[in-house]
């Protein structure tokens, strides 16, 4: 069984790596991370340079969560991926295609204001995976 | 060992949280709660013999007893309570889970009252889950 947890590399994205790297580790499963660089406009006419620099930074992104999981479930086997593309809907693809049994994704902030809103790729998430859809705080 | 809460109001949606809670259990040798919230009757607990209380009493535990069994189905060795709460459904949720130090919820992504608007992605009670949990919160749909 695999799981797979999204981040973005905010605080949030943090605890859900947390959590799922410790639902991976109590159910002896594998875990996939996975960071989607957002764009929303086709790629036939790429900007090299600022794509170089976004892929940089999802690498940076990737490395900060797999230091989460070695400290929190050393012994889970953890995969990564890199995709590009909408974010929720390569999410939702990604998930189909690896065959997750369970995604982990952060929620935005803990203000009040911000504590009202779930984030649009949360909800197109939750509506459309074919699998159950952890919120983690 | 931890332990995962599931809430049921006997809808689609919820049994196959439920479904998906005992999964999560039998990977994991947690137990499980299951949940069922009466709504609104503040009077009714002070008036047990209330005919219309009965009612949902019995409702209640038909629910949970369907779930037992959608528990079962899954593995039967599975720790499963369950659990009758009267309130605000969404408020009881948040205050049980915190209160029996829960590592999870399991909620379907809407109830029987969302059931009618299949425009609404995400249930009114669901939606008050999420942002009042102090735990994950797992969507199943």
């Known amino acids: ?137 | 060992m931890g332990e995962f809460l599931a809430c049921t109001d006997g809808s689609e949606y919820s049994e196959k949280a439920v479904k998906a809670c005992a999964r999560a259990a039998m990977y994991s040798g947690y137990g499980m709660t299951l949940l069922h919230v009466i709504e609104d009757v503040v009077t009714y607990a002070e008036l047990p013999d209330e005919p219309g209380y009965k009612i949902l009493k019995e409702k209640a535990n038909q629910i949970l007893k369907r779930a037992k069994q959608i528990v079962e189905s899954v593995d039967k060795n599975i720790d499963c309570k369950l659990r009758i709460a009267h309130g605000r459904i969404a408020s009881e949720i948040v205050r049980i889970s915190v209160e029996g130090r829960y590592d999870a919820i399991f909620i379907g992504s809407k109830g029987t009252r969302g059931k009618l608007l299949t425009r609404m992605l995400i249930g009114t009670v669901t939606d008050e889950v999420i942002i009042n949990s102090h735990c994950p919160v797992t969507i199943v749909r």
């Open chain 1, 1 to 137: 069984m695999k799981y797979m947890v999204c981040t973005d590399g905010e605080k949030s994205a943090a605890k859900a790596i947390e959590v799922a790297a410790q639902f991976a580790k109590i159910s002896n499963s594998d875990l996939l991370i996975l960071h989607v660089i957002a764009s929303e406009v086709s790629r036939a006419t790429p900007d090299y340079d600022s794509y170089g620099t976004q892929t940089q930074k999802a690498q940076t992104i990737i490395n900060k969560a797999l230091e989460i999981t070695t400290q929190f479930a050393p012994e889970i086997t953890v995969s990564t991926r890199i995709a590009v593309g909408p974010v929720s809907a390569e999410i939702v693809r990604i998930a189909e295609e690896e065959g997750i049994a369970g995604i982990f994704i952060g929620t935005i902030g803990s203000s009040k204001l911000k504590k009202l809103l779930l984030g649009n790729v949360t909800d197109d998430v939750i509506h459309y995976a074919h699998c159950p859809v952890t919120l983690v705080r």
